[in-house]
């Protein structure tokens, strides 16, 4: 049956919504049967994953055998809170329903996403979140605003009557001008403009040549590269959609996570017993399945053949992009009920920024600021008299995040420890000092721009003049002045170029201006003094 259909293909996508739906519910009940203490009633799911299926042919991808993280995360926190006028009794089923069709999905073999195990996780993650956005009027559209509103909550309105519709707009706007500028205010409010952004400047843009070197050097692609090597022509995969044990096994020692297969703690003996329990991996893998690498192919997982087409930096781009969108800390943990973890992920686009102007970032000094943001804003009173436990647990999710961006090449880490927290049988690492990368310079604005920045370059060195360049110097902190010296006018002499930065520096004031422009003739070097 097909699954997929595109903007024109709305017949099809409804006879084989209503055949699905259909099997859906002869299915559910059957699981329900199965299951059920005797005398209990089960009301049919179709209504619920019915909502999922109308947003993904009607708003989304039109896919409806597989579903990423991020994609549940858009329908469940973004369009359902905007389009859906559902009484609170009915929020909750909508969860359920999108749980239920990907169980079916899977049960049916027709689930071609990637790992389940985030799916799930973030569905167990977001379920508070969900209901929070559905009951907050800051998500309401105006005409959802209207329909939640005390004047037609309690009106019998059909959506498919039309006469209902047009009698509760009546009514509406019966009322006195008074009364429905105090209905409508909160919701038109709503819409008005975003904070504004933070303005940033930083420097040149890096050579492309440098960025390929340092996108070839990132691990995540020769952890990929031995990845899609072992696989080879493909492997299987179990019926829930996870590896089978010996290629988890294999693929671990690849890709050197935090994950720990099986071990002793004291007289007990842990063995591995699904591939979904390594989540560190599972995270990483479904990151390869979104970014197109690996697809899933019936009850197998196979390469990609036009991936090896797309060159270093394209690859190391999309990794990083579907990792973050999974997210690099609440995507590979179980839900803090105190939202902890959603509070560092949301750190991570601000402990970045200084990398963009060369600077050092301690690792340890990420963690303190974590843990005082954490500590000022989660009232956890089990942690009163826990700050040790406290530190370790914030620690540990910073970690989380780093490993992304240090894994995809994006930063370098050096003056490190390895240190074993009080609930591991591993050494993790601590601490130590990140410097952005040339491929980091490329990848990283994107992601902290979704924190709140407006991130300008000063655009290639190559085509800035003297006075230009002068000014981007003093906003693009560390640099190495051969390589800017180098890549600055390339078609023109030396003495030229030395002639033109010394005609604008004529014409500076700030001393730390000119102190630039005389360094970057001291790297030029003799033939940058030439008369």
Request: hydrophobic share 40%; net charge negative.
């Amino acid at each position: 049956m097909r699954l997929r259909f595109g903007i024109d293909d709305e017949d099809a996508f409804y006879e084989t919504r209503r055949l699905l739906l259909d099997e859906l519910t002869e299915w559910s009940a059957d699981q329900h049967q199965r299951s059920a203490v005797p005398g209990s009633v089960m009301d049919s799911p179709a209504d619920d994953a019915a909502v999922l299926l109308d947003w993904r042919f009607g708003y989304s991808t039109g896919e409806l055998d597989r579903f990423t993280a991020g994609e549940l995360r858009e329908y469940l926190l973004e369009w359902c809170p905007r389009k859906l006028s559902f009484p609170p009794e009915l929020w909750r089923p909508v969860m359920d329903g999108t749980r239920l069709w990907i169980e079916f999905l899977v049960a049916t073999d027709r689930w071609a996403g990637g790992l389940l195990g985030p799916i799930f996780t973030e569905l167990d993650r977001i379920g508070p979140e969900f209901l929070d956005a559905m009951a907050d009027p800051g998500n309401f559209g105006l005409a959802k605003g209207l329909f939640m509103s005390p004047v037609l909550s309690g009106a019998e309105i059909d959506p498919e009557d039309p006469e209902s519709l047009a009698a509760a707009i009546d009514a509406f706007n019966a009322l006195p001008e008074s009364e429905r500028k105090a209905l409508t205010d909160p919701f038109i409010a709503n819409v008005g403009p975003p904070p504004k952004p933070v303005e940033l400047t930083i420097g040149v843009e890096p050579d492309p040549s440098d960025v390929l070197a340092a996108a070839e050097r990132a691990p995540i692609l020769a952890h990929l590269a031995a990845t899609i090597d072992y696989i080879g022509v493909g492997r299987g995969l179990t019926k829930t959609g996870n590896l089978k044990l010996v290629d988890a096994r294999r693929l671990l020692a690849i890709w050197e996570t935090d994950d720990v297969a099986d071990h002793t703690i004291g007289d007990h003996e842990y063995k591995l017993r699904s591939a979904a329990d390594l989540a560190h991996l599972d995270y990483l893998l479904e990151g390869v399945l979104d970014a197109g690498a690996l697809r899933k192919q019936g009850t197998r997982i196979v390469p990609v053949k036009k991936w090896q087409r797309r060159d270093p930096v394209e690859q190391v781009t999309a990794l990083f992009e579907a990792l973050v969108t999974i997210g690099p800390v609440a995507g590979r943990t179980a839900r803090f009920p105190d939202a902890t973890d959603q509070l560092v992920e949301e750190g991570l686009g601000h402990w970045t920024v200084p990398l963009l102007y060369g600077e050092t970032v301690d690792v340890d000094a990420i963690v303190e600021q974590a843990v005082g943001i954490v500590d000022a804003n989660v009232r956890n009173p089990w942690w009163r008299d826990s700050t040790d436990i406290r530190d370790a647990t914030v620690a540990r999710l910073v970690e989380h995040g780093v490993d992304v961006i240090e894994r995809c090449g994006l930063v370098t880490r050096t003056g490190h420890r390895m240190e074993r927290d009080r609930y591991d049988i591993r050494d993790h690492k601590r601490g130590g000092e990140l410097q952005i990368t040339a491929i980091g310079r490329q990848v990283l604005p994107p992601f902290i721009e979704r924190a709140g920045y407006r991130i300008t370059s000063m655009g290639d060195a190559a085509e800035l003049d003297a006075a230009e360049l002068l000014d981007a110097m003093d906003k693009m902190g560390e640099v190495d002045l051969d390589d800017l010296w180098r890549r600055w006018l390339p078609d023109r002499g030396e003495a030229d170029k030395a002639k033109a930065l010394v005609g604008a520096l004529l014409d500076v004031d700030h001393p730390s201006t000119r102190l630039n422009g005389f360094a970057l003739l001291d790297a030029a070097g003799s033939a940058a003094r030439a008369p």
